[in-house]
């Protein structure tokens, strides 16, 4: 049934939904859908350091063991059944890993790059002898887990593709970027041609709109600072698979929810209107991938660095750090 369910998406994604201008590398996003048919249902959402009784080993301790090579490998295997439990982007480097290895049969991507994509989580082994940790905008790893638009940033890093948003608006006067800013009405947001450019397969970061259900403002916000009082980012980072009328479907590790250990993986769904602010990045150059050998394991990324704790970002600075000259 699910791999029914994927395939049909699969089709519609690949069958004249492409935006004009916009380019679309077929076999990647096919690459993508078959990655995601590959990890199992749910398998628990944690995003905590330390075992407990609902969950044996922690998500970092689960990427360690599904990222397997030692160093007599020219590549790793990714054994998605390991990587659990999980969380939202743990889930979407997970895909990016296993569908590299399905499109990467010509062995475009060399062994030095594969090292370096391999995520460092605070546990020793021969990569990683002194069992660093890699934060927020450190390393491969540290760029696709972190606040922002992380995997959009290291997407444009390594020329492997292209990046575009849509932001509605802050609701609250303290949260606009300029004095005309103004909060798209329900029915312009739902309307943006944002939602017809997306194809299954890309890559989300979503924003989410809390102003009717939370009274927050968080969805306009890129990153967090060091303000207690001030509205801090709310997101999740997810891959789309596709829209139908103004309802959203994407894959990601969901939760936390009241039952977390019956939570992960999965297909989750939203309203347009439930999302403030959304980053779509589509990988066309998955080869360029291997450009991640000039990325070292401790190479940091200040803007990405800084949005975990430090500041926020503006919706210009963002576009930029992105690649993008311009937005309408």
Not at 71 to 78: G, I, L, M, S, T
Not at 99 to 114: C, P, Q, V, Y
């Amino acid at each position: 049934m699910r791999r029914v369910a994927l395939a049909l998406l699969a089709v519609l994604c690949l069958t004249g939904a492409a935006w004009a201008g916009d380019k679309v590398n077929e076999s990647w996003q096919r690459a993508m859908l078959a990655a995601i048919d590959s990890f199992p249902e749910r398998g628990g959402y944690y995003t905590g350091g330390k075992p407990n009784e609902l969950f044996p080993k922690t998500t970092w301790r689960g990427l360690h063991d599904a990222y397997q090579m030692t160093a007599r490998d020219e590549r790793p295997r990714f054994d998605p059944q390991q990587a659990q439990p999980s969380f939202c982007s743990s889930a979407t480097y997970s895909v990016i890993i296993k569908a590299l290895l399905i499109w990467d049969t010509k062995h475009k991507i060399k062994r030095e790059a594969m090292i370096n994509m391999k995520p460092r989580v605070g546990i020793a082994d021969e990569f990683n002898p002194e069992g660093i940790g890699q934060d927020d905008g450190v390393g491969f790893w540290g760029r696709a887990n972190a606040n922002g638009p992380g995997l959009g940033v290291l997407v444009h890093e390594l020329d492997a593709g292209y990046s575009f948003t849509a932001y509605r608006g802050a609701k609250s006067e303290r949260n606009r970027e300029t004095p005309d800013e103004r909060y798209l009405t329900d029915a312009e947001w739902c309307a943006l041609d944002v939602w017809q450019r997306a194809v299954a397969g890309d890559l989300m970061k979503i924003f989410w709109n809390r102003n009717e259900s939370r009274g927050s403002d968080s969805g306009a916000i890129i990153g967090c600072n060091d303000d207690r009082d001030a509205d801090q980012e709310a997101g999740h980072s997810v891959i789309f698979m596709g829209c139908e009328g103004d309802t959203v479907t994407y894959w990601s590790s969901n939760g936390p929810g009241k039952h977390p250990e019956q939570m992960g993986y999965c297909l989750g769904r939203c309203h347009k209107n439930d999302i403030q602010r959304v980053v779509f990045t589509r990988i066309t150059h998955p080869e360029r991938f291997n450009n991640a050998r000039k990325m070292a394991p401790t190479d940091v990324n200040a803007y990405l660095s800084d949005l975990n704790g430090k500041r926020h970002s503006t919706t210009a600075e963002m576009l930029r750090q992105l690649g993008i000259r311009s937005e309408k």
